[in-house]
């Protein structure tokens, strides 16, 4: 929490970037896979994409490893349920997660590069995209980086549907969102869960608390998705 405490203040310090919004497309950026192939995000469009940004020194256990094993169980959800959903990890470091150190991460969780993407690229073209994306991040001795983390999930024509901020979420919550982003019907109560864990977390950390208004707005979503259910389990079901 000190760590992502520490990142969320270089936002005050560094020079104004313009963040992505809902609805945006994510910006061409040439990258290499952990197979050391060419990779971009324009060959991912059709499917929903689970993005974030990690870095394989990362030594916290509750930061980029707590995130890589949500991936390794989202891959395996996917796997006995398939969905148009595919994962993507963007190194923060890319001067030392080579393509082949890449592999070894994603090897050591699993990854299987038909659902589950590792990549690397030039580190400016990385930087900007991690800023316009929301992460803030800065080197704070050799092999140590803070930052922010964040999930972006963008839809089947690579615009952005949704940013949760923090790694609260679930591999249950982050997999509807996808299935909702690549058309497979929506998922308010996954949204909701995801929004308050996000929100909890930003709340405990005294980074970004609540305002009333979400507060409210958050209840009016949880009655609206209960109402929806209720009305689901008393219809007709049509049958004689």
Request: glycine share 8%; with cysteine; hydrophobic share 50%.
């Amino acid at each position: 929490m000190v760590a992502a405490l520490a990142a969320a203040a270089l936002l005050a310090v560094k020079a104004f970037v313009p963040l992505l919004q809902p609805g945006d497309t994510v910006p061409p950026v040439p990258l290499i896979d952990q197979s050391g192939h060419a990779f971009s995000l324009a060959r991912l469009r059709g499917n929903a994409v689970v993005l974030t940004f990690v870095y394989t020194r990362c030594a916290d256990p509750r930061m980029c490893p707590l995130v890589s094993l949500k991936y390794a169980r989202m891959q395996a959800q996917l796997r006995s349920a398939p969905a148009p959903v595919h994962l993507l990890e963007l190194t923060l470091d890319p001067r030392f997660d080579t393509p082949a150190v890449l592999r070894r991460y994603g090897a050591a969780y699993g990854a299987n590069a038909r659902s589950w993407t590792l990549a690397t690229g030039a580190p400016a073209s990385l930087d900007d995209l991690a800023a316009r994306l929301g992460i803030a991040s800065q080197w704070t001795q050799p092999g140590t980086l803070v930052h922010t983390e964040a999930t972006i999930v963008l839809d089947r024509s690579g615009a952005i549907a949704q940013t949760i901020d923090g790694n609260a979420w679930t591999p249950d919550q982050m997999l509807a969102i996808a299935r909702d982003a690549a058309g497979e019907g929506p998922a308010p109560l996954a949204n909701l869960g995801a929004w308050l864990t996000a929100a909890i977390e930003r709340c405990g950390g005294g980074s970004v608390p609540i305002t009333t208004l979400e507060f409210l707005a958050a209840i009016v979503a949880l009655s609206v998705a209960f109402a929806a259910m209720l009305f689901r389990s008393m219809r007709p079901s049509g049958r004689a």
